[in-house]
T-cell receptor, first 111, second 115 residues
Framework: AQTVTQSQPEMSVQEAETVTLSCTYD???????LFWYKQPPSRQMILVIR??????QNATENRFSVNFQKAAKSFSLKISDSQLGDAAMYFC????????FGKGTMLLVSP | NAGVMQNPRHLVRRRGQEARLRCSPM?????VYWYRQLPEEGLKFMVY????????ESGMPKERFSAEFPKEGPSILRIQQVVRGDSAAYFC?????????????FGPGTRLTVL
């Protein structure tokens, strides 16, 4: 069984600032992936970044990076130089073949 | 390469009717997953299918819900005798193969409203 906990229902950030979204998870799998997906008002689910659990190096995609602490089962997302288009619901996700989603963190970006 | 396609995007049904949701995976993808999203919630896994096979249906309600992924054509999620509690957004995702090696790519979802 897998669980994902996002303790921040909502976060706010100003344009050009940096924000970190928290996530903890629990899984019995030995091999798994971790993901952050974003869901803007269009409701389309968009992959932001993924991390292989067997890799120690933190994944980075342009302005998005993760802090993966495997022993602590923590997987936070850092967004640098925030943009208005980053405003969305962000879901922390883990899984092997089927995915388990957290409840999401709504990110608000102000000018 | 077209993304995952779902239709209809919006579906309205009265209680007791049937709802059929369609999902066409990305080209080259043979694995399909269905998820349901209730308001203010994350997505919840329902069923995982390969062509002509149900691999994992542990998240699907035992009654009224069924899914198929035929050899030809889209995957279908069918809900019989819908009730108001079935109102939700239903997302389909696809991947080239199973397991942790492949990312799932999501369709735009079908929003089902039961009156």
């Amino acid at each position: 069984a897998q669980t994902v906990t996002q303790s921040q229902p909502e976060m706010s950030v100003q344009e050009a600032e940096t924000v970190t979204l928290s996530c903890t998870y629990d899984t019995s799998e030995s091999d798994y992936y971790l993901f952050w997906y974003k869901q803007p008002p269009s409701r389309q689910m968009i992959l932001v970044i993924r991390q292989e659990a067997y890799k120690q190096q933190n994944a980075t995609e342009n302005r998005f990076s993760v802090n993966f602490q495997k022993a602590a089962k923590s997987f936070s997302l850092k967004i640098s130089d925030s943009q208005l288009g980053d405003a969305a619901m962000y879901f922390c996700v883990t899984g092997y073949s089927t995915l388990t989603f957290g409840k999401g963190t709504m990110l608000l970006v102000s000018p | 390469n077209a993304g995952v396609m779902q239709n209809p995007r919006h579906l309205v049904r009265r209680r007791g009717q049937e709802a059929r949701l369609r999902c066409s995976p990305m080209k080259g993808h043979s694995h399909v997953y269905w998820y349901r999203q209730l308001p203010e919630e994350g997505l919840k896994f329902m069923v995982y299918l390969q062509k002509e096979n149900i691999i994992d249906e542990s998240g699907m309600p035992k009654e009224r819900f069924s899914a198929e992924f035929p050899k030809e054509g889209p995957s279908i999620l069918r809900i019989q005798q819908v009730v108001r509690g079935d109102s939700a957004a239903y997302f389909c995702a696809s991947s080239p193969s199973s397991g942790w090696r492949d990312t799932q790519y999501f369709g735009p979802g079908t929003r089902l409203t039961v009156l």
